[in-house]
């Protein structure tokens, strides 16, 4: 557009300027949307290490204190009774 020296529309929308702003508006809302989702991603991987990491996360954390309390007050007291009901789900 900027090359053809005869475009010359009567909208304000059409024009070149307008829409060289509209561009670079554009392109900037892109650059943030594309920086929101790394963003967003890295948050995962942190929530999913911190979750589901081997041993220490919080999903092995909660079956081995299941397993303990289990071995330690039995199966049918009342306090293994308290925590088994707590569900935790795997992503495997």
């Not at 909660?62 to 009901?85: C, D, E, H, M, N």
């Amino acid at each position: 557009m900027a090359a053809e020296a005869h475009y010359t529309p009567n909208e304000n929308e059409l024009q070149v300027t307008t829409l060289n702003s509209l561009l670079a508006d554009l392109r900037a809302r892109n650059k943030a949307v594309v920086a929101a989702i790394t963003s967003l991603r890295n948050a995962r991987i942190a929530r999913d290490t911190l979750l589901y990491a081997a041993n220490t996360g919080l999903y092995d954390t909660a079956q081995s204190v299941k397993q303990y309390i289990k071995s330690l007050f039995g199966a049918t007291s009342p306090q293994y009774r308290q925590v088994s009901g707590i569900k935790f789900t795997s992503r495997a």
